[in-house]
């Protein structure tokens, strides 16, 4: 076969077509003494650069306007060491609430009391010693006792770590919410989390206790409208409780228009594309990176832009 004869090619103007990519959307190179909040703003005009400023100035604009700002984590968050940001937003008034599984309160917990958490599974399963520390599992039993009686998991977990005077309960979320004074809910899934294998841990009082968490949950989610809803590195249990709990307030007949949400993880999943970003809100925001990098960012972004001509929110006031 010959080689097509390319004769004849109609070709256009470069400056008549339209294009993605201009010199306008590159990066700038910042001064080292740069404010971190403009710094932010000579990142790239491009992909996820475009998504963290766009999620920062959703936050922003929420506080300001005193619609909450509500978190919600899995384990992984707080084994990479990024429980500090979340505190201090916290502390800010900017952090309104905070959800999780049951992985990130137990690392939560065990770093509050013993300032290190995360075993080696593989050397300790060998020899039945996996998810045996006895101080986890009687926190959580008694955390469940005390839960199902009204405040809730989260609530009571915050409770003994106060009561306990943990060593490093400054380093604690859970704590944190407590000593704020804004929700903290544990939403567990039977069977998934070490404690459940421990006989003082009651399965009746942990799901009575969760459940009251999940509906503590469903009085965040009730308010959000106008607000955001942040999910960082939970792949499956919290995307799915967020989706229920949207689906009660809504059979309840409560407005979530202009309800941001967003994600944060190391790669795309399913459950956070459609049941955090497409289904509940008014608009999905998605940055991919690693927690260690991506928290710290997303904290200096906020609480840097939020020290800009204003006084900080509370976040009881939402």
Not at 99 to 109: E, Y
Not at 148 to 155: H, N
Not at 160 to 180: E, F, K, R
Request: charged content about 20%; some cysteine; overall charge neutral.
């Amino acid at each position: 076969m010959r080689p097509f004869d390319l004769t004849g090619l109609r070709t256009y103007d470069l400056a008549s077509r339209p294009s993605k990519v201009r010199t306008t959307d590159l990066g700038r190179i910042a001064d080292p003494s740069t404010p971190v909040a403009d710094w932010l703003d000579t990142l790239p005009k491009q992909l996820a650069a475009v998504e963290l400023r766009k999620l920062r100035d959703r936050v922003v604009a929420a506080r300001r306007t005193g619609k909450p700002f509500a978190v919600a984590i899995g384990g992984h968050v707080i084994k990479t060491g990024c429980a500090p940001y979340l505190i201090d937003l916290i502390r800010r008034g900017v952090v309104t609430s905070v959800s999780m599984n049951g992985s990130a309160a137990i690392h939560d917990f065990e770093l509050a009391l013993a300032g290190k958490t995360s075993e080696d599974v593989a050397a300790q399963l060998n020899d039945g010693r996996f998810g045996m520390a006895r101080e986890t599992a009687d926190a959580f039993a008694a955390a469940a006792t005390a839960g199902a009686a009204g405040p809730g998991l989260g609530a009571a977990l915050g409770r003994y770590i106060a009561d306990l005077n943990c060593p490093h309960a400054s380093d604690s979320l859970v704590h944190a919410c407590h000593a704020a004074g804004i929700p903290c809910t544990v939403h567990v899934a039977l069977g998934t989390d070490i404690v459940h294998m421990h006989p003082q841990v009651s399965g009746a009082a942990l799901g009575e206790a969760s459940m009251l968490d999940f509906r503590i949950l469903c009085g965040v989610v009730a308010g959000l409208g106008g607000g955001v809803w942040l999910n960082l590195g939970s792949a499956v249990v919290m995307p799915e409780v967020f989706l229920k709990a949207v689906s009660v307030v809504r059979n309840f007949g409560h407005d979530l228009d202009g309800l941001v949400t967003a994600n944060f993880d190391k790669e795309s999943k399913y459950r956070t594309g459609m049941n955090v970003l497409r289904r509940p809100g008014s608009e999905g925001i998605e940055v991919i990176g690693h927690h260690e990098l991506l928290i710290p960012l997303f904290h200096v972004a906020v609480s840097s832009q939020l020290a800009i001509g204003s006084s900080q929110p509370d976040a009881r006031a939402a």
